[in-house]
Protein backbone atom coordinates (compact mmCIF):
# COMPACT_ATOMS: atom_id res chain seq x y z
CA UNK A 1 0.00 0.00 0.00
CA UNK A 2 1.51 3.76 -1.12
CA UNK A 3 1.81 6.17 1.54
CA UNK A 4 3.27 9.27 2.09
CA UNK A 5 3.68 11.34 5.06
CA UNK A 6 4.33 15.00 4.96
CA UNK A 7 6.10 17.21 7.82
CA UNK A 8 8.03 20.33 8.35
CA UNK A 9 5.07 22.90 7.80
CA UNK A 10 4.59 25.52 10.10
CA UNK A 11 4.09 29.65 10.25
CA UNK A 12 6.29 31.77 9.01
CA UNK A 13 7.09 35.11 8.33
CA UNK A 14 7.16 36.69 4.87
CA UNK A 15 10.89 35.87 3.73
CA UNK A 16 11.79 33.31 5.79
CA UNK A 17 12.34 29.40 5.09
CA UNK A 18 11.41 26.23 5.81
CA UNK A 19 12.24 22.74 4.89
CA UNK A 20 9.56 20.34 4.39
CA UNK A 21 9.85 16.06 4.03
CA UNK A 22 7.80 13.37 2.60
CA UNK A 23 8.28 9.84 3.71
CA UNK A 24 7.25 7.38 1.11
CA UNK A 25 6.56 3.34 1.91
CA UNK A 26 4.88 0.76 -0.19
CA UNK A 27 6.98 2.01 -3.16
CA UNK A 28 10.49 1.17 -4.40
CA UNK A 29 11.58 4.41 -3.70
CA UNK A 30 14.62 4.73 -6.23
CA UNK A 31 12.62 4.05 -9.16
CA UNK A 32 10.00 6.74 -8.74
CA UNK A 33 9.96 10.20 -9.85
CA UNK A 34 9.00 12.26 -6.49
CA UNK A 35 6.87 15.30 -6.84
CA UNK A 36 6.20 18.55 -4.29
CA UNK A 37 2.56 19.81 -4.69
CA UNK A 38 0.77 22.47 -2.95
CA UNK A 39 -3.49 23.72 -2.91
CA UNK A 40 -4.18 27.05 -1.42
CA UNK A 41 -7.70 27.82 -0.34
CA UNK A 42 -9.72 27.73 -3.06
CA UNK A 43 -7.24 27.21 -5.84
CA UNK A 44 -6.42 23.36 -7.89
CA UNK A 45 -3.33 21.32 -6.81
CA UNK A 46 -0.34 22.33 -8.50
CA UNK A 47 2.81 20.79 -9.31
CA UNK A 48 5.64 23.11 -7.07
CA UNK A 49 9.22 20.81 -7.92
CA UNK A 50 9.98 17.22 -9.32
CA UNK A 51 13.06 14.98 -9.03
CA UNK A 52 13.33 12.13 -11.32
CA UNK A 53 14.64 8.71 -10.54
CA UNK A 54 17.79 10.22 -11.53
CA UNK A 55 18.24 13.25 -9.79
CA UNK A 56 17.38 15.64 -12.35
CA UNK A 57 14.92 18.65 -10.93
CA UNK A 58 12.60 20.65 -12.43
CA UNK A 59 10.19 23.82 -10.82
CA UNK A 60 7.34 25.84 -11.40
CA UNK A 61 7.71 29.37 -12.11
CA UNK A 62 6.84 30.42 -8.91
CA UNK A 63 9.24 27.67 -7.08
CA UNK A 64 12.28 28.49 -9.36
CA UNK A 65 15.78 30.40 -7.48
CA UNK A 66 13.69 29.71 -4.21
CA UNK A 67 12.79 26.28 -3.63
CA UNK A 68 15.09 23.10 -3.77
CA UNK A 69 14.02 19.69 -3.92
CA UNK A 70 15.91 16.53 -3.03
CA UNK A 71 15.90 13.01 -2.35
CA UNK A 72 17.55 10.75 -0.20
CA UNK A 73 17.06 6.64 -2.00
CA UNK A 74 18.61 5.44 1.40
CA UNK A 75 15.72 7.04 3.23
CA UNK A 76 12.83 6.86 1.10
CA UNK A 77 12.56 10.77 1.89
CA UNK A 78 12.29 13.47 -0.43
CA UNK A 79 12.55 17.18 0.90
CA UNK A 80 11.63 20.68 -0.28
CA UNK A 81 14.01 23.55 1.49
CA UNK A 82 12.17 26.65 0.90
CA UNK A 83 13.90 30.06 1.22
CA UNK A 84 12.63 33.74 0.56
CA UNK A 85 8.57 32.52 1.26
CA UNK A 86 6.06 34.81 0.12
CA UNK A 87 2.72 34.94 1.28
CA UNK A 88 1.34 33.73 -2.12
CA UNK A 89 3.21 30.52 -0.72
CA UNK A 90 0.88 29.57 1.94
CA UNK A 91 -1.17 26.06 1.33
CA UNK A 92 -0.91 22.55 2.55
CA UNK A 93 2.13 20.61 0.57
CA UNK A 94 1.35 17.25 -0.70
CA UNK A 95 4.37 15.18 -1.70
CA UNK A 96 3.05 11.92 -4.42
CA UNK A 97 5.11 9.35 -6.90
CA UNK A 98 5.55 7.79 -10.30
CA UNK A 99 7.14 5.98 -12.31
CA UNK A 100 5.65 7.80 -15.81
CA UNK A 101 7.23 11.56 -15.60
CA UNK A 102 4.36 12.95 -17.97
CA UNK A 103 1.90 11.77 -14.83
CA UNK A 104 3.43 14.05 -12.50
CA UNK A 105 2.57 17.38 -14.51
CA UNK A 106 -1.46 16.54 -13.98
CA UNK A 107 -1.94 16.28 -10.34
CA UNK A 108 -5.34 16.21 -10.87
CA UNK A 109 -4.96 12.94 -12.31
CA UNK A 110 -3.01 10.91 -9.14
CA UNK A 111 -4.12 9.42 -6.25
CA UNK A 112 -2.63 7.99 -3.35
CA UNK A 113 -2.66 11.53 -1.66
CA UNK A 114 -1.12 11.83 2.12
CA UNK A 115 -2.51 14.51 4.30
CA UNK A 116 -0.02 16.98 3.93
CA UNK A 117 1.41 19.98 5.71
CA UNK A 118 0.08 22.88 6.63
CA UNK A 119 2.56 25.56 5.27
CA UNK A 120 1.42 29.46 6.62
CA UNK A 121 3.16 32.76 5.38
CA UNK A 122 2.16 35.87 7.60
CA UNK A 123 3.51 38.20 9.43
Known amino acids: QVSFVESGGALVQPGGSLRLSCAAS????????IGWYRQGPGKKRELVAV???????DYSNAAKGRFTISRDNDKNTVYLQMNSLKPEDAAVYFC?????????????????WGQGTQVTVSS
Open 26 to 33: GIDFERYH
Open 51 to 57: VTQFGNT
Open 96 to 112: NAQTQMTRMYHPDGLAD
